[in-house]
């Protein structure tokens, strides 16, 4: 089975502080995704990864780098914390069968 | 640009009933249509996706259809148990890195 981890279940960060969202999948996949997810909002990408060392901005990138230096691992950056970054992250792999695969979600409340 | 919409937004059925949830799509030049369950507070689970070749998909008590020339998708759910409850959402994919989410259906499932 596709294994998609999500480091942190639970954080709880101060305003201004710098935010490290790790994730790691197990099936060599090119494609990796951040999203968001609010309440009334549904999800909203953050950033997408189609391979090492290359990113493209996805709907709401503002606030937000990402990082992917291997393959398996795409990280999300908050440079600045901020109360409005407060929600459930949630990162995915696609498959090559054109399958999305999802972690168990990050949910950050910046204070 | 693609929109997807499930209604109803939630539904309450009594344990062993069948149910049909519904997802309709605007634009019917889509790869394919995946559904999930989302538990709270947790990530997506995939459930079923369909191919834009497919017809339909079965998985357990789990069968999803699939017709691109009406834009809809149905997830038929097969004597129902208080353990399917959760918000179920589909998602329509229109390029490798396109992928349009429903607001999801919430079900309870009465014991």
């Known amino acids: 089975d596709v294994k998609v981890t999500q480091s942190s279940r639970y954080l709880v960060k101060r305003t201004g502080e710098k935010v490290f969202l790790e994730c790691v999948q197990d099936?060599?996949?090119?494609?990796m995704f951040w999203y968001r997810q609010d309440p009334g909002l549904g999800l909203r990408l953050i950033y997408f990864?189609?391979?090492?060392?290359?990113?493209e901005k996805g709907d709401i990138p503002e606030g937000y780098s990402v990082s992917r230096e291997k393959k398996e691992r795409f990280s999300l950056i908050l440079e600045s914390a901020s109360t409005n970054q407060t929600s459930m992250y949630l990162c995915a792999s696609l498959g090559v069968t054109g399958e999305l695969f999802f972690g168990e979600g990050s949910r950050l409340t910046v204070l | 640009k693609q929109e997807v919409t499930q209604i109803p937004a939630a539904l309450s059925v009594p344990e062993g009933e069948n149910l049909v949830l519904n997802c309709s799509f605007t634009d019917s030049a889509i790869y394919n249509l995946q559904w999930f369950r989302q538990d709270p507070g947790k990530g997506l689970t995939s459930l079923l996706l369909?191919?834009?070749?497919?017809r339909e998909q079965t998985s357990g008590r789990l069968n999803a259809s699939l017709d691109k020339s009406s834009g809809r998708s149905t997830l038929y759910i097969a004597a129902s148990q208080p353990g399917d409850s959760a918000t179920y959402l589909c998602?329509?994919?229109?390029?490798?890195?396109?992928?349009?989410f429903g607001t999801g259906t919430r079900l309870t499932v009465i014991p």
């Open positions: 990864s189609y391979d090492v060392k290359m990113k």
């Open positions: 998602a329509a994919r229109t390029g490798a890195n396109n992928l349009f």
């Open positions: 369909i191919q834009s070749s497919q």
């Open positions: 099936m060599d996949h090119e494609n």
